[in-house]
């Protein structure tokens, strides 16, 4: 039921209509409906604009508020059960014992892929690719079902003790409750990517108290760009998220970290060749991801099957991959784990994590990635320690090797930075972090030629790895910004009088709608001068027959596509979309104008032109 729902929801046609609908709900009479249907339309030509900075600031708070509300609920729903664990620790998975080490993660698994077997194959997408897939070729329209399938599945995933993460579904979750809102208000396509980026943001505040990496995460990975107006609202929505997870949480740190520092400048070197091992562990994370997703095309319950068989088997033997792994982290830093079980945490770890997440198993990749680093940063600790005594201690070597895995996998070495600082609230690490995590960034991109994993993961579904400046500028402008409204609709014959009217008024474009076809367009200026030279022609001035009785003569009515003027071909576009949308339309239907219209519930209504010059004009391409 609750998916069938959500197909009716996904239907392009009913999104420009929720808000109507919510409006009848409230069972509010016709005017005030009317006062709120013009509100949101002046909204909606604000938007458009690339500065609306003030109307971009109240979407983050509204986006921020649902999405850190909804990320808060899922947190709930993993925590609670997960309570009860052996010490009523939520992360003590290796206090089961061995029998329950494995059955948990395998019937985990078996219930999502049962389940998932009666889901529509188009909301199997899940996750921080799917963000950013509908990003980019749907201009952020995110569907319901998608939502609840992560909801849903993101839960039982880490209730079962999956070796993913939380912040996946939190970001989806939170991206996809930010532009359900966008779609209900039938918001123009241009700030939906603000939109996401602020729920994105929240989510990430919300999911781990860390709400400048949400501001980063959101503009680095999510929109791939910098930009002040973007920054502001995604920022307000951040600071919103962690309030509320604070609110309902409290305030606390996932990673306890005793006060650390850089023992010695002569660590250098070593922080350089720790660097360039992380970029190994990097792309073999990466390569064995994308080669585990191939088989994604292959029965879902099958999938799941070994997705279990292969966790709860590793799991018996290092429980340490099961669940969020921070206690793991936290019994690294403090110096209680031994080079032995480091060694096996990483590699039972990467390859669990790579092959489950790439076969489909519903989660984050950021949790896993920061064990694995950490607990590499830890043998090479101690190893570093054994060969020079005045050395830095294991624990700064594991909050180091947090951020060059995060940040070399995801490409993404700001965003990794910022959620280490905050997660260990330890500003001595920046210096040193720099440098490991750039050394590893620059291996990866530079030695084996790979981008971060969401890029490899675009890419391997035939999708650009990055979107070009050119369309990131044009979708950050909607149409209304850019069309011009001084326009006449009228038919393709129209009376003598009719047409010295339109030009009367000055109107600049004068769309001629077609019974057999797509609209044209034909400036005023011509019609003006078709009038002239009707006017030179009959030099007396006298008015055709017929008019001097207050009557339009048919015979003397004008063909609009017969007289001497430039005639456009158009094709109609919705005014919600985006310049990128709009010059793509122009590019595939070889046009030289389009007709841009609003639709309605009975209908649509033509509400401006905007032509190829004019795209032209604007981004200069």
Wanted: charged share 15%.
């Amino acid at each position: 039921m609750v998916l069938g729902a959500a197909t009716i929801l996904d239907n392009p046609r009913s999104h420009s209509y929720l808000c109507r609908l919510s409006i009848r709900i409230m069972n509010l009479n016709r005017p005030v409906a009317d006062k709120v249907e013009k509100v949101l339309d002046t909204l909606r030509d604000r938007l458009s604009y690339q500065d609306a900075l003030p109307q971009l600031i109240g979407l983050g708070i509204v986006s921020g508020l649902f999405a850190s509300a909804l990320v808060v609920v899922f947190r709930l729903m993993v925590e609670t059960p997960l309570s009860l664990l052996p010490g009523n620790s939520p992360e003590n998975f290796e206090g089961l014992s061995p029998l329950w080490r494995f059955l948990l993660p395998f019937l985990g698994a078996l219930l999502l892929g049962l389940v998932l077997l009666g889901v529509k194959r188009q909301y199997h997408t899940i996750g921080v690719l799917h963000v950013l897939e509908r990003l980019r070729n749907h201009q952020g329209r995110m569907p319901v079902g998608n939502l609840l399938v992560q909801l849903f599945g993101g839960t039982v995933a880490l209730v079962s003790g999956q070796s993913v993460g939380r912040e996946g579904p939190g970001v989806h979750l939170g991206a996809a409750i930010a532009s359900l809102l966008g779609q209900w208000f039938d918001l123009p396509n241009n700030s939906m990517r603000t939109l996401i980026a602020c729920g994105a943001a929240a989510a990430i505040a919300a999911a781990f108290d860390t709400p400048m990496a949400g501001v980063i995460f959101a503009m680095e990975v999510i929109l791939m760009e910098y930009t002040i107006v973007g920054f502001i609202p995604v920022i307000v929505a951040s600071v919103l998220g962690s309030t509320i997870s604070q609110l309902v949480f409290g305030t606390h740190t996932l990673i306890v970290v005793p006060p650390l520092e850089l023992g010695l400048l002569w660590e250098m070197p070593y922080l350089v060749f720790a660097g360039l091992l992380y970029t190994i562990a990097a792309v073999f994370y990466i390569r064995l991801h994308l080669y585990a997703s191939r088989w994604r095309d292959r029965s879902v319950l099958g999938r799941y099957l070994v997705i279990g068989l292969l966790t709860g088997s590793v799991a018996v033997f290092v429980p340490q991959i099961l669940g969020s792994g921070y206690d793991t982290l936290n019994a690294a830093v403090a110096g209680q784990l031994t080079v032995q079980v480091l060694i096996a945490i990483v590699v039972a770890k990467l390859i669990v994590t790579a092959s489950v997440t790439g076969l489909g198993m519903i989660g984050g990749v950021i949790g896993p990635l920061l064990i694995i680093g950490g607990c590499l940063g830890g043998v090479l600790g101690i190893i570093g320690n054994s060969l020079v005594l005045e050395s830095s201690s294991p624990g700064f070597y594991v909050i180091l090797g947090m951020v060059a895995m995060m940040g070399a996998v995801l490409n993404a070495p700001l965003a990794a930075m910022v959620t280490i600082l905050e997660l260990s609230n330890n500003p001595a690490i920046i210096f040193p972090s720099m440098l490991i995590v750039v050394v590893a960034c620059f291996g990866v991109q530079q030695l084996f030629k790979t981008q971060g994993i969401f890029a490899e993961q675009l890419r391997s579904l035939g999708h650009d790895s990055y979107e070009k400046p050119a369309r990131q500028f044009l979708s950050r402008i909607g149409v209304r910004s850019a069309m011009s409204t001084s326009l006449e609709v009228v038919p393709t014959t129209i009376s003598h009088k009719r047409a010295r009217k339109i030009v009367d008024d000055a109107a600049i474009w004068i769309v001629i709608e077609q019974d057999d076809g797509e609209p044209i367009l034909i400036s005023t200026a011509d019609l003006a001068k078709h009038l002239e030279t009707s006017v030179a022609e009959n030099p007396d001035g006298s008015k055709p027959a017929g008019e001097e009785a207050g009557m339009d003569s048919v015979e003397q009515d004008i063909d609009l596509t017969r007289i001497a003027a430039r005639v456009f071909a158009m094709k109609t576009l919705e005014s919600k979309c985006n310049l990128f949308e709009a010059n793509r339309a122009i590019q595939a239907d070889d046009v030289e104008a389009l007709c841009v219209i609003r639709r309605f519930r009975k209908g649509f209504r033509v509400v401006g032109v905007l032509t190829r010059d004019g795209i032209k004009q604007i981004s200069g391409i």
